[in-house]
């Protein structure tokens, strides 16, 4: 069994900037594709950046492109999510989750296997 535990979240400026991490445990991370997807109050949960299980594919929602980065380390097991220029449109409730297929990278949440607690994103204007 993998688990999934994000940190990093908690109050920012509009143009500030954050590093969420999502450390795992159990088999297979560094065969996985990592994904973080988030969900703001009354909207749906949408993948906002994955990376494939060796690094070499990213992939990125639209409105994140240019601010946001993901990146891992698998000797750390860990998956990181470095948010800048940061917009109260940010505002949500990020989840870091595991795909056991590590590539290509697939952006359905229902193809995501494992889930973390989540992590309470707040950008104030």
């Known amino acids: 069994q993998v688990q999934l535990v994000e940190s990093g979240g908690g109050l920012v400026q509009a143009g500030g900037s954050l590093r969420l991490s999502c450390a795992a445990s159990?088999?297979?991370?560094?065969?996985?594709?990592m994904g973080w997807f988030r969900q703001a109050p009354g909207k749906d949960l949408d993948l906002v950046a994955a990376?494939?299980?060796?690094?070499?594919?990213?992939h990125y929602a639209d409105s994140v492109k240019g601010r946001f980065t993901i990146d891992r380390d698998n000797d750390k097991r860990t998956v990181y999510l470095q948010m800048n220029n940061l917009d109260p449109e940010d505002t949500a409730v990020y989840f870091c989750?595991?795909?056991?297929?590590?590539?290509?990278?697939?952006?359905?949440?229902?193809?995501?296997?494992?889930w973390g607690q989540g992590t309470q994103v707040t950008v104030s204007s």
């Open positions: 990376i494939s299980w060796s690094g070499a594919d990213r």
């Open positions: 159990g088999r297979g991370f560094s065969s996985f594709v």
């Open positions: 989750a595991a795909d056991r297929i590590g590539w290509p990278i697939r952006t359905s949440k229902n193809n995501y296997d494992y």
